[in-house]
């Protein structure tokens, strides 16, 4: 997972102002529940480039993020200069040692948390970070099959790929993996939580930044993804530059294709999971 994060990060920070805005009403609705204000101390797992960190601390919290990739880290460093951002693994990490000390009144996480090979075991070491009363709240991707952003455009270069990928369990870590939200409360009770809530969040993925109709910024995000960049991999010395060129287009039309009002956006569903640190 390190591995993946530390080659995905290049492609995520160029997208960070697409993504930022295609997941907008996801991170509004993290703040809304974490109420990040000044005397808060908060803790952003997995922060990426730190959006949820430059929010928090313009409310005035004391922030911290923990990332698992140094590029991911780094960009979160230079974003929030005020952030003490950890590279490390908030599995296992002891995530007090390396701050000032004291325990922290919120933890956030925004699309974060699913990429952990011991979910339950990681809670409980986050936990071990957080003060009695402290209220964690993340967000984490509801079924494929209610999400386009994992299909729309990106499935023809999946179906391209040979051999194809294996399906892998739907508890298997990443995106998805917390889809079930029952098996996630119980794997947050089992690790120390509390007052464990999952709340639907359906939203809509908007691609259409600065008026345009969002083809571009889509097809970026794929070809800068997981899968875009296995699917380069793998297919442009098969294809050439022509043959690879001339799939990308085919991705592009596919994006035009499925404009709605002239726009690339499709919804998007995801759980707003909340819970306390016993007190
Ligand atoms: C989907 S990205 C989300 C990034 C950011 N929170 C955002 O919303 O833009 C997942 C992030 O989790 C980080 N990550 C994955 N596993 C981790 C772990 N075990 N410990 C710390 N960070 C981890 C990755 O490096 C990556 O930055």
Redesign the pocket.
Known sequence: ??QN??D??AG?VAN?AI??AV?APV?AAILEQAAPVAGRRLL??????G??LAKSAAAGAEVVG????EG?AAAARRRVPEATVLI????T?DLLAETSGAPFDRVV????????EDPEA?FANVRSAAAPGARLVFACWRSEEENPIFSLGSQILIDRLDPQPEPSAPDAPG?TAFADAGRTASMLAAAGWDSVKADALDFTCDYGIDGGDGVEERLATILNGGTGRLAKEQLLPRLGEEGWESLVDEVRAELRRHRVEGVVRFPGAVWIVTASNPA
């Not at 490390?88 to 599995?91: H, K, S």
């Open positions: 997972m390190r994060w530390t995905g990060a995520w960070e993504l930022d997941f991170t952003d797992v997995g922060c990426g480039t959006t949820l923990v990332d698992i990739s991911m490390a693994d908030a599995q990490e996480s925004r699309f974060g948390v699913m990429f952990f990681a995106p």
